[in-house]
């Protein structure tokens, strides 16, 4: 059984880029979530994905989006970024019978200066 | 707005005692909670999970305790070992969506 896998493990942007995180999820899950989480706090929810569709959203701004893709691999894109926007991005997946049971990614460290 | 939180930051145990770690919940119409462990570099690890219409569920080494009526939730972990020692989170869910909401995390540091 493959694990959640997401890529790359680091980045650093400057402030304004737009950035582009992967995800592939753990083999069977057809459920996608992405997580924030800052350094010392706990992940904060940004949306899931379900049947490539939005499937709910944390309070993120418009400039958090996604994708789902049909094999249920999915990126989180950010535009303009900003210096708030440095954070661990986790990827989590889960089966459609047990969506709240979440499978973790190691994440993606996001710096921007 | 709903939360769920932690009462104590950083916990230290001697190695071979047991650990409790506490959660406070607030949102009244949550129905499943689960307890994480992150270690330093990686995501966080699913632990064990209890649904609403339970009290007390046990898993290897760990035992979760839920209090509805205060909305108290609690992992027990039992002859607590040196890799142990990682931040624990509690999360909840209310449905919908399945949104899984976390807590600020508690780091359990274990003494050889």
């Known amino acids: 059984e493959t694990g959640v896998t997401q890529s790359p493990t680091h980045l650093i942007k400057t402030r304004g880029q737009q950035v582009t995180l992967r995800c592939s999820s753990q083999s069977g899950h057809n459920t996608v979530s992405w997580y924030q989480q800052a350094l010392g706090q706990g992940p904060q929810f940004i949306f899931q994905?379900?049947?490539?569709?939005?499937?709910g959203r944390g309070n993120f701004p418009p400039r958090f989006s996604g994708l789902q893709f049909p094999n249920y691999s999915s990126e989180l894109n950010v535009n303009a970024l900003e210096l708030d926007d440095s954070a661990l991005y986790l990827c989590a997946s889960s089966s459609g019978t047990e969506h709240e049971k979440l499978f973790f990614g190691s994440g993606t460290q996001l710096s921007v200066l | 707005g709903e939360s769920v939180g932690l009462h104590l930051p950083t916990l230290s145990v001697q190695e071979g005692d047991n650990s409790i770690i506490n959660c406070a919940y607030s949102n009244s119409a949550s129905d499943y909670f689960i307890w994480y462990k992150q270690e330093s570099g990686k995501g966080p690890q699913f632990i064990i999970d209890?649904?609403?219409?339970?009290d007390k569920r046990q898993g290897q080494r760990v035992t979760v305790l839920l209090n509805k009526t205060v909305k108290h939730l609690s992992l027990q972990i039992a002859a607590t070992q040196p890799g142990d020692s990682a931040v624990y989170f509690c999360a909840d869910s209310s449905g919908g969506y399945q949104k899984v909401t976390f807590g600020t995390g508690t780091k359990l540091q274990v003494i050889p």
């Open positions: 209890i649904r609403s219409n339970m």
């Open positions: 994905y379900y049947r490539e569709e939005e499937n």
